[in-house]
C-alpha cells in the first residue's frame, strides 16, 4: 500500500513564497504519477489546483504553480494572500489503477 | 455547465448499507471516470475508488474491497457508491469528482454527509 507523505503544516507571511512537497513510499515522484494539488478551506470541498504535475486549471490563480522538485511533486504558491491559508492536499496515482491521497499541509498565512 | 449533485446527509445504524448517489451534469457522462474520496470529520481526504460509466468497471482501494460497490445509471447520468457492513468509523462526508482519463482531476461533488451512529 502506497503511503504518500507531505508536511503537516507550513507557515507563510503575506507576499511571500511557500513550497509544499508531495513524497510517495514508492520512490522517486514522476509525470506518470500524475500529480494533482487540491485546495480545502473549512466547511467547504475539495477545490482542484493543479493537474498533471503543473497545469493549472482555467480558475487557478497564476500565483500557484507545480513541478517536480529533490524526487518529489510540488506545489508552489508565490506571492502569498490572506485567502491562501487552507488546507492542500497532493493526489498520486499508484500505477495500478488506484490513487492516493497525501496527508495534507495546512497552510498559515501569518 | 459542470455540476455534480449529490445526495442528501443520511444517518445509519452501524451493521447497515448507505448507497450515496452523485448527478452528473453539463458534460457527456462516459468521458470521465467518477472517484469516490471521503474525508472523517477533522481528518484528511482519502481515496475510496473510481468507475469508468463507459462500461461500469470499478477500481477500488485495497481497505474498501469487499465493502464497497460503485455504480452507474447511464440513461440519468447517475454513479452511485454503496457502503455495506457500516461502523463508527465511516462516518465521514463522502464526495464524488470527475477525472478525464490521465489525470485530469477537475470538479467535484458537494458531499454528502453520512453519520454511523446506534
Known amino acids: 500500500q502506497t503511503v504518500v507523505t507531505q508536511e503537516p503544516s507550513l507557515t507563510v507571511s503575506p507576499g511571500g513564497t511557500v513550497t509544499l512537497t508531495c513524497a510517495s513510499s514508492r520512490g522517486v515522484v514522476s509525470s506518470d504519477y500524475h500529480p494533482n494539488w487540491f485546495q480545502q478551506k473549512p466547511g467547504q470541498a475539495p477545490r482542484a489546483l493543479i493537474y498533471s504535475t503543473s497545469n493549472r486549471h482555467s480558475w487557478t490563480p497564476a500565483r500557484f504553480s507545480g513541478s517536480l522538485l529533490g524526487g518529489k511533486a510540488a506545489l508552489t504558491v508565490s506571492g502569498v494572500q490572506p485567502e491562501d491559508e487552507a488546507e492542500y492536499f497532493c493526489l498520486l496515482y499508484s500505477g495500478d489503477g488506484t490513487w492516493v491521497f497525501g496527508g495534507g499541509t495546512k497552510l498559515t498565512v501569518l | 455547465q459542470v455540476q455534480l449533485v449529490q445526495s442528501g446527509a443520511e444517518v445509519k445504524k452501524p451493521g447497515a448499507s448507505v448507497k450515496v448517489s452523485c448527478k452528473a451534469s453539463?458534460?457527456?457522462?462516459?468521458?470521465?471516470?467518477m472517484h469516490w474520496v471521503r474525508q472523517a470529520p477533522g481528518q484528511g481526504l482519502e481515496w475510496m475508488g473510481m468507475?469508468?460509466?463507459?462500461?461500469?468497471?470499478?477500481n477500488y482501494a485495497q481497505r474498501f474491497q469487499g465493502r464497497v460497490t460503485m455504480t452507474r445509471d447511464t440513461s440519468t447520468t447517475t454513479v452511485y457508491m454503496e457502503l455495506s457492513s457500516l461502523g463508527s468509523e465511516d462516518t465521514a462526508v463522502y464526495y464524488c469528482g470527475r477525472e478525464m482519463h490521465g489525470g485530469y482531476h477537475d470538479y467535484w461533488g458537494q458531499g454528502t454527509l453520512v453519520t454511523v451512529s446506534s
Open positions: 468507475l469508468n460509466p463507459t462500461d461500469g468497471s470499478a
Open positions: 453539463g458534460y457527456t457522462f462516459t468521458s470521465y471516470y
